[in-house]
């Protein structure tokens, strides 16, 4: 099976997340898709609490049978890199054919990456263009603009996220009844 793995923060989980997941299923560039919210960021970035994070992903993506939620990072060592991640996943799925699910914001980082050219022989990119970050190595943006950073930010600001466009209405009622990003 061709395996899109999708790993990120999802801090939270918003629909450009969700629409990556069925433009990728849809357009046939995979047959299924492992959605993979790391434990700890390997660049430091504080995190919400990975258990509600794997909650909103889980929520999030529940209505597309062709899509896991996988705790597998839960299990990692730390620091963990996507490299290890791809490593554990080829030593667990060995028929599966990986590629590496990432949106065109983070292509200008990859030469940071634990041990990049290994990750990218394990599991070619499938890049996903994202609006605001135009770059002539990856394909125009299908998605809406929505961020997680902002959606924290709206939702300090404000006390809810309630009104606000972007996120999956199962996520929002999560997300309001633990009273997450105030």
Known sequence: MRLGVYGGSFDPPHLAHVGATRHLLESGQVEGVLVVPVYEHAFAKGLSPFGERLAMCRLAFADQPAVEVSELERELPRPNYTVQLIEA????????????????????????????????????????????????????????????????????????????????????????????YR
């Open 89 to 180: 996943l080829r030593a667990r799925r060995p028929a599966d054919e990986l590629r590496l699910i990432v949106g065109a914001d983070v292509l200008g980082d990859l030469s940071r990456w634990h041990q990049a050219p290994r990750l990218l022989e394990l599991a070619p990119l499938l890049v996903l263009g994202r609006a605001g970050y135009p770059r002539d190595d990856a394909p125009a943006p299908v998605l809406p603009e929505v961020s997680s950073s902002e959606l924290r930010a709206h939702a300090a600001l404000h006390g809810t996220l309630r009104g606000v466009d972007g996120i999956p209405p199962t996520v929002l009622d999560y997300i309001e009844q633990r009273g997450l």
